[in-house]
């Protein structure tokens, strides 16, 4: 894994400073530096550093997935202008249709994982920094920036709940395996549950029958997956870290979909409503709800046809009636 290192070293020297610093700073404060808790206060400030970096691709993520949302008729008219065309010519056409119409546009549906991109070199180069910390500490390995042989040996030695902050689910007890399967469940929930909030309330019924978003359901289910048989490897410490960054990402989507949704989604249509409620004008580019609104048909039987005939006795009826 040297050679992981070796390419890993300027985001771990990062990494580690950021670290060192909020820690340092809690000292400062008058807290324990051995304890469990002064060092999930530096992770979870460490993890509020890095996604304040990552709002610009955030922001980024959120523009692009705007513009997929608007080319989505175009879309619909060229998977229905290659339907049932299954050769290698007409997929090879299709594929550069659809390239040409997301660069027109400027936009790509693998936009939406630059954030998951950009953070996993640094949750691995946490993951280095953490896992080297005992031949750190015992000075087998350099220092990393500023995480030196002592800030490793208090790291080492620091508990919360009487856990250790560097083991890990296959390494521990009874009582560790019961905490670590707990973070391990929540670390899937929350990315299941970021993940669903987007396909359930800010997309449109056109994208959600896109076949590039058929793949997104299937990571949907798959990625919680995977971070959860990965996460029997990652001490407490990283796991604390990736479940603050999945709280953030929860937050954070929330109240993108909320005050800023995607058009034509449900969520677009309960800020319109909320708006509507409180009297304010539609947004920009949104339908009004009462052009939304299906044509009420009537309740009841149907009513019959009626003969020219019959209608004017009808009519003669009623004026009858009203005359006496």
Known sequence: MDWIDTILTPIKWVVAWILVLFHQLFEWLGMDPVSGWTWVLAITCLTMVVRTALIPLFVKQIRSQRKMQLIQPDLQRLQAKYKGKKDQFSRQAMAEEQQALFKKHGTNPLSSCLPMLVQLPIFFSLYRVLFNSEDVARGVREPIGG???ELAGQLINSEIFGIPLHITF????MWVKVFTAVLIVLMGATMFITQKQIMAKNMSEAAMNNPFMQQ????????????AVGGVFFPVSLLLYWLVSNLWTMVQQFYVIRQMPAP???AEKALMERRAKKGKPPLPGAKPLDEEKPEETPKGQRQQPVSKDRAKK????QSGKKKS
Do not use: I, R
């Open 147 to 149: 995480y030196n042989a």
């Open 170 to 173: 296959l390494e521990g007890d």
């Open 216 to 227: 997104q359901k299937m990571l949907l289910y798959l990625m919680p997956v995977v971070f």
């Open 264 to 266: 034509g989604s449900p």
């Open 314 to 317: 009808q009519a003669k009826k």
